[in-house]
């Protein structure tokens, strides 16, 4: 059984930074892309950032680009999520997400986790 | 503000059957980018119910069903039930973004 096991949220003032973590199990995590996925409170669902299976390919959302660090750790089946000068807008619940191949940007979503609320606010 | 348009809400009573757009343009549907579908119940994970336009992953029944045609797509649900209750997204990629891009959401009721 696939399992996405998030963790790291929690509440931050502006400027502030965060580091989220996600335990993947269930397949084989250096065979697909993984990415996160963010829903702020009363939006919809936002795409943030994908990493390839390699990790040799990483890509963002232009409004997170030079601020989040996307990256993943092989030996320990876990992809992070390094958020540094974080805003009020970047409040939300961040899921982390498997995609159906290695790249990650353009096949769908197959496995999702139950998500870490962020907070940013003073 | 999501460049894949959907309606925000529609509704339909038990048995009958729903549809659900998602209008894109050149640069992403139009292109010959896939699109997929999931089913969201705000504060559980996101569920795919079709993947590459028309695919359905194992498990997701066949009430539920994707389509494409030139910059839009739809997903049809049919013999409604109490149970699909949600925010249903479309999502795929962006070239001129050279983003991943999801749907405005739409959110599904049955009356």
């Known amino acids: 059984e696939v399992q996405l096991l998030e963790s790291g949220g929690g509440f931050v003032q502006p400027g502030g930074s965060l580091r989220l973590s996600c335990v993947a199990s269930?397949?084989?995590?250096?065979?697909?892309?993984v990415s996160w996925v963010r829903q702020s409170p009363g939006k919809g669902l936002e795409w943030v950032s994908s990493?390839?299976?390699?990790?040799?390919?990483?890509f963002y959302v232009d409004s997170v680009k030079g601020r989040f660090t996307i990256s993943r750790d092989k030996s320990r089946n876990t992809l992070h999520l390094q958020m540094n000068s974080l805003r009020a807008e970047d409040t939300a619940l961040y899921y982390c997400a498997k995609f159906r191949d290695k790249m990650g940007l353009t096949t769908a979503i197959d496995f999702w986790g139950q998500g870490t609320l962020v907070t940013v606010s003073s | 503000q999501s460049v894949l348009t959907q309606p925000p809400s529609v509704s339909g009573a038990p048995g009958q059957r729903v549809t659900i757009s998602c209008t894109g343009n050149n640069s992403n549907i139009g292109a010959g980018f896939d699109v997929h579908w999931y089913q969201h119940i705000p504060g559980t994970a996101p569920k795919l119910l079709v993947y590459?336009?028309?695919n359905r992953p194992s498990g997701v029944p066949d009430r539920f069903s994707g389509s494409k045609s030139g910059t839009s797509a739809s997903l049809a649900i049919t013999g409604l039930q109490a149970d699909d209750e949600a925010d249903y997204y479309c999502?795929?990629?962006?070239?001129?973004?050279?983003?991943?891009?999801f749907g405005s959401g739409t959110k599904v009721t049955v009356v």
């Open positions: 990493i390839s299976a390699s990790g040799g390919a990483t």
């Open positions: 590459g336009n028309s």
């Open positions: 269930g397949f084989t995590f250096s065979s697909y892309a």
């Open positions: 999502h795929s990629y962006d070239k001129t973004l050279t983003s991943s891009v």
